[in-house]
Nanobody, 125 residues
Framework: QVQLVESGGGLVEPGGSLRLSCATS????????IVWFRQAPGKKREGVAC????????YYADSVKGRVTIARDNVEDAVLLQMASLTPEDTGAYYC??????????????????WGQGTQVTVSS
């Protein structure tokens, strides 16, 4: 059974950093793409970053390039999202998603077959 469990969200001041984790189980991570999405209240779900675990290819939304790094944690079978220089515009529920097609399509959440429950990130002073 595929499971994705996000953690690491919280309240952080503008300019601060957070590291989110997506713990995976029930599938072979190398066979999947893992995508981080976020959704602010009243807004559409937005793709943030994606990694194709097999070859380590990474993709980022323009809005986070240079501030966010997605990486695989081989020890824990998890995918990490390291975020820095956070602004209030980064506030939202962050979800990790997985697809076995090894596709990174940040613009289309429906490509992904599996989703975690989300973790809230709030950037505020």
């Amino acid at each position: 059974q595929v499971q994705l469990v996000e953690s690491g969200g919280g309240l952080v001041e503008p300019g601060g950093s957070l590291r989110l984790s997506c713990a995976t189980s029930g599938f072979t991570l190398e066979d999947y793409a893992i995508v981080w999405f976020r959704q602010a209240p009243g807004k559409k779900r937005e793709g943030v970053a994606c990694i194709i675990a097999r070859d380590g290819s990474t993709y980022y939304a323009d809005s986070v390039k240079g501030r966010v790094t997605i990486a695989r944690d081989n020890v824990e079978d998890a995918v990490l999202l390291q975020m820095a220089s956070l602004t209030p515009e980064d506030t939202g529920a962050y979800y990790c998603a997985a697809n076995p097609y090894r596709l990174c399509v940040l613009s289309d959440p429906q490509v992904n077959d599996y989703w975690g429950q989300g973790t809230q990130v709030t950037v505020s002073s």
